[in-house]
C-alpha cells in the first residue's frame, strides 16, 4: 500500500524548501517522529492524538493550508487512525500538565535570579562606601532628641566632632543623645564619624578603637574585660 499520507506531508516540505530540521526547530518535534510521519510509521506514536498533532504542527511549520490537507486526506488518515486505536486522554493531559509546570518553573527560577541580583546589587551599594578601601558610615549631622540635663546648656556649645577607626575587631554601641546610631561588629579598617552634642560609646575592645575628637587625638582607651562605657559632650572635651 502506498504511503499516501507521508508522501504527501514530504511534497509539502519540498516544494517550500524546508528540511525536517528547519521543522523541527520550529515545533519542537524530534526529527524522528518527522521522519515516522512521512514514512507513515505511526507504530512511534501512542495515540491517535499525537499523530494528528504533530502532522498539524508538521503543516503549520511548512506554511501549508492543514484544513485542505486533512480535508484532501480524510477517509485515508481516518482507516490509518482506525487501525491505530483510540487515544489515551490521560496520558496526554499528563503530559501537558507537565508541560505547563516545567513553563512556570522555569519562569519563576529566572524571576528569583533577578531578584537575588537587585538584592546583592543593592546590599552592595546601600549607604555604606568605601573609600580607599575603608568602610564609612554615615549618620545624620545633629541628634534629634537632646538628654533633659543639656537641653539649656547645649546651646551655647560647640559641637562635638567625633572620628573613629579600628584596629581590630570590635563591637560597638554608639548613642547620640537618646538615638542609638549603630550596634554591631567593626573589623580593622572601619571607620565611624559623628557629628553633635552628646555621645556614648559602649566597646567590648577599647584597644582596637583608635579616637580622633575635634580634631585631636584622644587619649589610648585602657584596656578592660568587662569592656568600656565612655560619655563625650562638649563640657568634657
Not at 84 to 109: E, H, N
Not at 209 to 231: F, Q
Amino acid at each position: 500500500m502506498d504511503k499516501i499520507l507521508g508522501q504527501a506531508l514530504k511534497k509539502e516540505r519540498e516544494m517550500r524548501g524546508i528540511s525536517l530540521a528547519d521543522i523541527a526547530a520550529e515545533t519542537r518535534i524530534g526529527t524522528r517522529y518527522l521522519l515516522a510521519l512521512e514514512n507513515e510509521d505511526f507504530s512511534m506514536f501512542s495515540g491517535i492524538f499525537y499523530i494528528r498533532y504533530y502532522i498539524k504542527n508538521y503543516l503549520q511549520a511548512c506554511g501549508a493550508d492543514e484544513t485542505a490537507f486533512f480535508n484532501t486526506h480524510y477517509s485515508y488518515l481516518q482507516s490509518i487512525l482506525e487501525k491505530k486505536g483510540a487515544p489515551p486522554p490521560d496520558q496526554y493531559l499528563s503530559k501537558v500538565g507537565y508541560l505547563k509546570f516545567k513553563r512556570r518553573k522555569t519562569i519563576l527560577i529566572i524571576l528569583l535570579l533577578l531578584l537575588t541580583a537587585v538584592f546583592f546589587y543593592w546590599f552592595f551599594n546601600r549607604s555604606a562606601h568605601v573609600e580607599n578601601g575603608t568602610a564609612q558610615f554615615e549618620f545624620p549631622s545633629f541628634s534629634g532628641v537632646l538628654l533633659p540635663d543639656v537641653v539649656d546648656s547645649c546651646r551655647d556649645w560647640s559641637p562635638v566632632n567625633l572620628s573613629m577607626t579600628f584596629v581590630d575587631s570590635c563591637w560597638l554601641q554608639f548613642w547620640r543623645g537618646n538615638q542609638k546610631l549603630a550596634e554591631k561588629v567593626f573589623k580593622p579598617g572601619d571607620a565611624l564619624d559623628g557629628h553633635g552634642y552628646q555621645f556614648t560609646l559602649v566597646l567590648s575592645k577599647p584597644g582596637a578603637v583608635r579616637l580622633i575628637v575635634n580634631g585631636r587625638e584622644w587619649p589610648r582607651l585602657p584596656e578592660s574585660a568587662n569592656g568600656l562605657k565612655l560619655t563625650l559632650s562638649p563640657d568634657k572635651v
